[in-house]
């Protein structure tokens, strides 16, 4: 009898704590990022954990500050799945985000957020071949995507047999690597 009876003390006690707490909802925070004074650190995070993130550590003065996570600080949101590559396209961060299927683009210098490009499959790296075009390598659609830069929208795709990657761009042609093939896409 006193085993149960401890038992159910246990389980009340622990029951009111659970019931008494509430996910605290955080505020924004301002993130101030100094202008070619340091480095942003992309964390891939864990594969279908949504717990990517993007890290600054400030150089400046050889400072050891670091900012954890400044993208949720500054959006009060999470990044996503699986933070693949950041490219800097005139002036702005891209942020490509691989499970979640989308890029955000950023300002570098608050990291907020300007806009968000969905309706990718699984996106991996970023690549501009003429100011305002951009390229961008997708692990499952069998496609490069052409994204306009100043509307943010997908314009069109090259179709590429397999699962591209990085890309290089030059004398005016783009080299992309093939993961599932012994050659290189030109």
Wanted: aromatic share 10%.
């Amino acid at each position: 009898m006193r085993g149960i009876l401890k038992q159910f003390i246990v389980l009340t006690a622990l029951s009111f704590g659970l019931w008494g707490c509430k996910e605290h909802q955080h505020d924004a925070v301002d993130v101030h990022i100094n202008k070619g004074k340091g480095v942003f650190i992309v964390n891939e995070g864990t594969f279908t954990m949504g717990n990517a993130s993007l890290n600054y550590i400030n150089l400046e003065n050889d400072s050891q500050y670091a900012a954890a996570d400044v993208f949720k600080q500054a959006n009060n949101r999470p990044l996503g799945d699986v933070f693949q590559s950041m490219t800097m396209v005139d002036g702005k961060a891209w942020l490509v985000v691989n499970n979640s299927g989308k890029i955000e683009i950023i300002d570098p210098e608050t990291c907020l957020a300007t806009n968000t490009i969905k309706g990718l499959k699984s996106p991996r790296y970023i690549l501009e071949v003429t100011p305002g075009v951009l390229y961008v390598s997708d692990l499952y659609q069998n496609a490069i995507h052409i994204i306009d830069a100043k509307t943010h929208s997908i314009t069109g795709k090259i179709p590429c047999h397999g699962w591209t990657e990085t890309m290089v761009l030059n004398n005016g042609k783009v080299w992309v690597t093939n993961h599932n093939s012994n050659f290189i896409y030109k």
